[in-house]
């Protein structure tokens, strides 16, 4: 059975890019409780790029109107064509800003002050942004990090949180997240879960931020758990994805870094809420 008429529409607007993508009333639907849920307007405005998807005997297909000869993305799981779409959406709103400093990492913000994290994947990024998030801290970014170079000062990034069922089995107090929320499998199998700010505590809007502190997060199962003081050039390599420039030297400089390194997101918790004098709860 094919669904080419659109019964439904869903519209971001991520950094001042709209895209709209039509399709059957259930999938839209689906898309609508997590693709970029912090950012979707009413279908009104006139959007940049219209995707329309149809399900076609079993298989999903979006294609983008104006280049309707194949498909731009096919899968027989929805979730694949979550991550296309998420994926294409993301690249295409920051090559509209590539003003702006991009890094690869996560921060928070409390009164105007950010906390930075960097590091690899699987590093504990998404855990200590949600135990920050969860004691008032306000959420600015759990992937793309911005930053004007002007002022140096970042900007929120309206992305909903994306953390491994593995991060969340492993936290006792971050477990129940879970409940009631979406979660997709990645084209690797990995289950995420999507988790909006808002429902953990991060009720006000965030503002931009002076980064106070910046934290780089290194997985190590066999040394011992340590935080402790680092000097800018470490910190500027650790800045991923980007090209060294004054801008990074600027920000690192002028900011208190650390190393942070624990066997797992857990005790790597720990660790920071010792450090920023934060209760137990």
């Known amino acids: 059975m094919s669904s080419r008429e659109a019964a439904a529409a869903l519209q971001v607007n991520l950094l001042g890019y709209r895209l709209r993508i039509t399709g059957p009333e259930r999938e839209i639907e ?4 997590s693709l970029f849920s912090r950012c979707q307007e009413p279908p009104e405005t006139e959007p940049h790029t219209v995707y329309r998807l149809e399900v076609v005997k079993g298989e999903f297909r979006v294609f983008e109107t104006g280049r309707e000869n194949s498909p731009l993305f096919h899968s027989k799981k929805l979730d694949d ?12 709103a920051l090559e509209r800003n590539n003003d702006l400093i991009q890094i690869h990492g996560a921060a928070v913000e409390r009164d105007g002050k950010a906390l930075v994290f960097l590091g690899d994947s699987y590093v504990g990024k998404s855990t200590m942004t949600l135990h920050l998030v969860r004691l008032g801290y306000r959420f600015l970014s759990d992937e793309v990090i911005l930053i004007d170079p002007a002022s140096s000062r970042l900007k929120p990034f309206p992305r909903n949180l994306l953390v491994r069922q593995g991060a969340l089995e492993s936290d006792a107090i971050l477990k129940q997240l879970r409940e009631g929320r979406w979660r997709y499998n990645d084209k690797r199998g990995e289950t995420k879960w999507l988790v909006d700010p808002v429902e953990v505590g991060a009720i006000d809007e965030p503002q931009e931020a002076v980064v106070e502190r910046i934290y780089c997060l290194k997985r190590d199962e066999e040394a011992e758990p340590l935080l402790e003081l680092l000097g800018p050039r470490v910190v500027i390599e650790e800045m991923l994805g ?3 420039n004054n801008h990074l030297i600027q920000i690192a400089t002028s900011s208190q870094t650390f190393r942070l390194r624990a066997p797992h997101g857990g005790v790597a ?10 209760p137990e709860k």
């Open 30 to 33: 689906a898309l609508k409780g």
């Open 242 to 244: 980007q090209s060294f």
């Open 269 to 278: 918790w720990e660790l920071l809420r010792t450090h920023l004098g934060l």
């Open 81 to 92: 064509i979550f991550w296309d779409v998420e994926y294409a959406l993301l690249c295409e």
